[in-house]
């Protein structure tokens, strides 16, 4: 084909075959699923111009489609209206939750209706999700401080609300009362570097009377292990999201090396109700840069639908055997055992993701001990499993 007349067929083309994003390119995960449930990437902290955001709700869908998410939930502040004045919302919190997910019927990425709810501490922020009306969660008396201060912002609410008066309990009843799934967001954020945060009583309350379902164990690349620990102790869901407030691109947080962070849901199927119950019944992991964060019985099928073991093709003088380990997944495993010969000048081998290696294992050895350093079941305590061979 000449060169004019290939331009012609695109030009022509175009009038045919419009891609619905700018030809936004999504780069596809690979995640392996584990038996029973589907592995999908989720975000359930997101903010817009709407809260203290300065993004439009339908450019987080198209983030989440370039990421290769599946899911995401909208959480604008309740308390915070940064733009009010020039985007007309007023009486209805719902405003971003709906234009984004109208673009998620459109890019096939669910996106699920949250809100906010923010206080400073305790109890902090909390998210609630799966909602079906923001204006009913907004108490009594945020409504009435609004309406006397069009202008407030999220500092001014803050500074002009009693600390200890419990109006957020009149919003997460409500929550509660529209069946969202609710959790405690970044929860180190109040608390000063350095400094150790036990579980304050306020949240073990929530967490008793259903209130608090999970929490924040990472939140834009930083990892909180006294969170995980809550959560294992508490049996509470982890959760692992970016509360963004700028396009991911240019978040101050954000490092352009790093992954973007995620939940993990391992879910029967993919629709909003099946992601709530994944969430109800702590079915998710925390992905924050290389480490994968969770319950033993997720990460260890994570790991085996992973990893793949060849047939030894070749016994040395020695009797050692060689076999080729890939791995079929995006994750990468920092892999230690004492039964690998020559790992690396390192203590541990690290199998990059999508690639293949060749181990060299001893032939009395029937089974592969390994440790993946990254991959953590609990504070400090790495996931150890054995392989057959
Ligand atoms: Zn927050
Ligand atoms: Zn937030």
């Known amino acids: 084909m000449k060169i004019d007349t290939l331009l012609l067929f695109l030009v022509l083309n175009t009038s045919g075959l419009i891609a619905q994003n700018n030809n936004l390119n999504r780069s596809e995960p690979n995640l392996p699923d584990i038996p029973g449930y589907k592995t999908i990437l989720a975000d359930f902290h997101l903010h817009t111009v709407f809260s203290d955001g300065k ?13 290769g998410y599946k899911a995401i939930a909208i959480t604008d502040h309740i308390e915070d209206h940064q733009y009010r004045k020039y985007i007309a919302f007023e009486g209805n919190l719902n405003a971003s939750n709906k234009i984004a997910q109208r673009e998620g019927e459109r890019q096939d990425i669910i996106v699920i209706a949250g809100t906010e709810i923010t206080r400073a501490m305790p109890p902090g922020h909390l998210n609630a999700i799966f909602v ?3 204006d009913k969660i907004a108490t009594h008396r ?3 401080f609004f309406n006397k ?3 407030a912002t999220l500092v001014s609410i803050i500074d002009s609300i009693d600390h200890h008066h419990k109006d957020y309990m009149e919003s997460l009843l409500e929550a509660r009362n529209q069946s969202a799934f609710i959790f405690w967001n970044h929860p180190m954020l109040f608390t000063p570097e ?4 036990e579980l304050p009583d306020v949240h073990k309350d929530l967490i008793k009377k259903g209130l608090i379902q999970g929490i924040e164990v990472a939140d834009l690349g930083h990892y909180h292990p006294e969170a995980f620990q809550w959560c294992l102790d508490y049996n509470l869901t982890l959760l692992g999201n970016t509360d963004l407030h700028d396009p991911y691109h240019i978040d101050d947080a954000t490092n352009p090396l790093e992954r973007r962070n995620a939940t993990l849901v391992f879910t029967a199927d993919i629709t909003e109700q099946g992601i709530k119950e994944a969430l109800e019944n702590q079915r998710t992991a925390v992905w924050v840069n290389d480490m994968v964060i969770g319950k033993q019985s997720f990460l260890e099928p994570l790991v085996r639908a992973s990893i793949a073991f060849d047939k030894p093709h070749f016994i040395d003088e020695n009797r050692t055997r060689y076999i080729k380990i890939t791995n079929n997944s995006d994750f990468k495993f920092h892999i230690d055992s004492d039964m690998i010969e020559e790992k690396t000048f390192l203590d541990f081998l690290t199998l990059n993701p999508n690639s293949s290696q060749i181990l060299k294992i001893p032939e009395n050895e029937a089974a592969l001990k390994m440790t993946i350093l990254n991959f953590q079941v609990a504070p400090e305590k790495p996931l150890t499993l054995f392989i057959k061979l």
């Open 142 to 144: 945020v409504k009435s």
């Open 194 to 197: 350095g400094e150790k945060l």
């Open 132 to 134: 079906k009306d923001v």
């Open 149 to 151: 201060n069009p202008e």
């Open 55 to 67: 993004v439009w709700p339908t450019v987080r869908v198209d983030e989440a489609w370039e990421h």
